[in-house]
């Protein structure tokens, strides 16, 4: 059967369908059956690393204690962050096989029957992590120094968004700087971060601006607290021109938790109140999706100011 006239007028010029077979035919991007997944060349490796890089040198101005997290996460952690009340449809979860030979048995009569043998598994104690700083807040728990604490968290995190969209993946890399303490202290870090960060993708030759935001909160309930998330001006974004003609997009977050990790994970400034934390989020790939989108597709030939920027 053939298309229906919008459908393939949707499709023709689609400028995220575009940049996305531009990376894949540069090879710098390799994709697999699920949209949104690729696995990724030297050079856009190369890319990340230096954007690593730099995050680290702001890092270690703040003193801040560098984790390397893995992309999955307790799911006792999961379960305190209340990620499943706001964003079901993001999340993903590890199943595993816990059977017998007679179980065993049947699995494998299943998969050969190309039957339901996912029904045989059961939940594993983790889930695939949806933001890096997630999995530093149970390791917080108790009395913080007066202060508080600064953290770099980098991991890759999983978020079930298939799209076509090349910034837009399911498995992607965050690294983030974290302030844990004082409810003044976490809104300098978030404000100070954002400056930062902006200061940085400018170098990078990347025009980017702050704006208010708010998180795709799901269903009816989520748009009330969307709406207030955006009021209070808890969640700035940092976006940037990929797409010409379309929205910009978010490379870099920052984000005011006021004590929504500090109480549920027992965290307490110096004083004995629940701690307030603040994280500015790296989308690393997606910086490195606008960076390719914007100098072209082989970094050896970008502006000098910013291979110096990015690889000094
Ligand atoms: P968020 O926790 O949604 O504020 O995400 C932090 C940052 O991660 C965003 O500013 C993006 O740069 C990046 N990010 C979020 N979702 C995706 C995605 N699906 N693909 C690639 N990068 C993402
Ligand atoms: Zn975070």
Redesign the pocket.
């Given at each position: 059967m053939s298309e229906p006239a919008h459908d393939r007028s949707a499709v023709v010029g689609d400028p995220h369908r575009e940049l996305h077979d531009r990376l894949i035919e540069a090879g710098l991007l390799f994709a697999t059956p699920v949209q949104?997944l690729y696995g990724r060349s030297e050079t856009y490796q190369e890319v990340v690393r230096a954007l690593d890089a730099m995050v680290h040198r702001w890092a270690l101005t703040l003193e801040a204690t560098t984790i390397h997290v893995p992309p999955v996460l307790a799911r006792s952690t999961f379960d305190a962050t209340n990620y499943l009340q706001s964003f079901p449809d993001l999340m993903g979860s590890v199943h595993i096989f816990s059977g017998n030979d007679r179980t065993h048995a049947e699995l494998v009569r299943r998969v050969e029957a190309g039957g339901d043998w996912q029904a045989l598994l059961e939940p594993g104690e983790v889930v695939l992590s949806?933001?890096a700083c997630h999995a530093l807040y149970p390791m917080l728990s108790g009395r913080l120094p007066a202060g508080g604490r600064r953290f770099e968290v980098n991991g890759l995190?999983f978020?079930h968004?298939p799209?076509v969209d090349p910034?837009?993946?399911?498995s992607?890399?965050?690294h983030?700087v974290v302030y844990v303490g004082d409810p003044d202290d976490a809104q300098q870090h978030r404000d100070r971060g954002l400056r930062v960060a902006l200061a940085r993708l400018a170098e990078l030759g990347l025009e980017a601006e702050a704006v208010p935001?708010n998180?795709?909160f799901f269903g009816r309930l989520g748009t009330a607290l969307a709406a207030s998330q955006l009021e209070e001006e808890l969640?700035l974004?940092?976006v940037t021109p990929i797409f010409a003609g379309r929205e910009r997009?978010?490379?870099?977050?920052a984000?005011c938790h006021r004590d929504h990790f500090g109480q549920p994970f027992g965290i307490e400034n110096d004083a004995g109140a629940p701690a307030h934390s603040a994280?500015v989020?790296?989308?690393?790939?997606?910086?490195t999706?606008a960076l390719f989108a914007r100098h072209g597709l082989d970094p050896s030939t970008w502006p000098n100011e910013v291979r110096s920027a990015l690889f000094s």
């Open positions: 949104g949806s933001a995190c978020r968004e799209s910034a837009r993946m399911q992607f890399s965050m983030e935001a998180d795709p969640k974004e940092a997009t978010a490379v870099v977050s984000n994280c989020a790296f989308g690393v790939d997606r910086i999706i």
